[in-house]
Every structure is written in C-alpha cells, then in structure tokens.
Nanobody
Framework: QVQLVESGGGLVQAGGSLRLSCAAS????????MGWFRQAPGKEREFVAA????????YYVDSVKGRFTISRDNAKNTLYLQMNSLKPEDTAVYYC????????????????WGQGTQVTVSS
C-alpha cells in the first residue's frame, strides 16, 4: 500500500518559518517528479512547487519564489518544503504528491497524494 504522509505544519507568525516533510512508503519515487500543492479555504487546490527525480530542476509558483525551497532525499524516500518569510496568504492545507510516470510535466498528472498538513500564518 502506497502512502504519503506529511508532517511539520502548524501555527506560525508572519515572517516565521516552517519545514514540511513528506514520507513515502510502499514504493520508491526516486525516478519520479514530486511536488507540493496547497488549498486555502474556499479556493481551489493550487500548485506550489515541484522537483525532478534527481533533485535538479525545481519549479515554483511565482508567489513563493525566493521564500520556499523544495528538496528531496531519495535514500529516505522523503520530500521537503522549507518555507521562510511566511505570509498570512500562505495559510492553507499543504499536500505532497508523487507521479508514477516519467514525464517532466511537473504541474499535473500526480498519481499519489498525502492527506495534507495545515499551515496557519497569523498576522
């Protein structure tokens, strides 16, 4: 059974930092793109960041560029999202996701999703 389990969410003041982790089990994703998405109350889920299987190319939505950093440790089958300079508008449930194909389409086509972790940024 494949599982993605996020952790590291919480309540933080504006300007603070959080580091999200996503531990994968049941199969390895070392040859697949992985990503982070988020969904704020009343809004659709949106792409946040993605990383290639090698950890090389990374991609970000414009609103988090320069503040968030995605990384992965294939030996641990774990994905990370370091979030700095957090803003109230970053408040959302954050989901990690993994692809099973080998395409470089980092924006969509994710096959596995975690259950989400809440991030709340107070002003």
């Amino acid at each position: 059974q494949v599982q993605l389990v996020e952790s590291g969410g919480g309540l933080v003041q504006a300007g603070g930092s959080l580091r999200l982790s996503c531990a994968a089990s049941g199969r390895t994703f070392s040859r697949n793109y992985m990503g982070w998405f988020r969904q704020a109350p009343g809004k659709e889920r949106e792409f946040v960041a993605a990383i290639s299987w090698s950890g090389g190319p990374t991609y970000y939505v414009d609103s988090v560029k320069g503040r968030f950093t995605i990384s992965r440790d294939n030996a641990k089958n774990t994905l990370y999202l370091q979030m700095n300079s957090l803003k109230p508008e970053d408040t959302a449930v954050y989901y990690c996701a993994a692809k099973t194909d080998y395409s470089s389409n980092y924006y969509s086509g994710y096959a596995y999703w975690g259950q989400g972790t809440q991030v709340t940024v107070s002003s």
